[in-house]
């Protein structure tokens, strides 16, 4: 248990619909970093935030926001879901101390249909 | 178990035997490198880093090796146990830049009895 948790495990939505992710980092890390991972690209980076700011964006589409509240949890909310969204998101949280040891949480899996 | 890719290679080792895992990297300007192991319905789990100005370092059972003139990283797992099945990941990270990792293709590692 890497002390990320992510809810909901499992998601199942239409295509249109807009969906919320959650991550609670590990207890004192600051970082929350989001990826995707798809059977065809593999993991990928979405966006990251430190203490609530925004600190840095990957492949993330317009279709998809996040953010970082002032309790460090973090939303990763989906819209205008398409079928290609389908994928596993996964949250990772970094120690102040170490800040490229990333530690994953165990993924929400989303399927649109 | 899931597929966390549709054309992930594939290495198969008895049990008790030594594995290596390669990995090629793209970008000349990564300065830090990790290998992640995740296994089936799980996150990915950090298993041991090393840093560009270093090209050998050595954990518990396993050893990163890393040559910088071809841009390539391996990870040799010693006396490969049946809980050493997993797809292993490398990532690479520009630090400074966010953190933000950058994952290879990954490798399913099965281990046969």
């Known amino acids: ?113 | 178990g899931e597929s966390v890719g549709l054309h992930l290679p594939t290495l198969s080792v008895q049990e008790g035997d030594n594995s290596i895992i390669n990995c090629a990297y793209s970008n000349s300007a990564s300065d830090y490198f990790i290998w992640y192991k995740q296994e089936s319905g799980k996150g990915p789990q950090f298993i041991i880093d090393i840093r560009s100005n270093m090209d050998k370092r050595q954990g518990q059972r396993v050893t990163v090796l890393l040559n910088k003139t071809v841009k390539h990283l391996s990870l040799q797992i010693a006396a490969t146990q049946p809980g050493d099945s997993a797809v292993y990941f490398c990532a690479e990270i520009v630090t400074g830049g966010g953190n933000k990792l950058t994952f290879g293709t990954g490798t399913q590692l099965k281990v046969e009895l």
């Open chain 1, 1 to 113: 248990d890497s002390g990320v948790t992510q809810t909901p495990k499992h998601l199942i939505t239409a295509t249109g619909q807009r969906v919320t992710l959650r991550c609670s980092p590990r207890s004192g890390d600051l970082s929350v970093y989001w990826y995707q991972q798809s059977l065809d690209q593999g993991l990928q980076f979405l966006i990251q935030y430190y203490n609530g700011e925004e600190r840095a964006k990957g492949n993330i589409l317009e279709r998809f926001s996040a953010q970082q509240f002032p309790d460090l949890h973090s939303e990763l909310n989906l819209s205008s879901l398409e079928l290609g969204d389908s994928a596993l998101y996964f949250c990772a949280s970094t120690p102040w101390d170490s800040p490229y040891e990333q530690y994953f949480g165990p993924g929400t899996r989303l399927t649109v249909t």
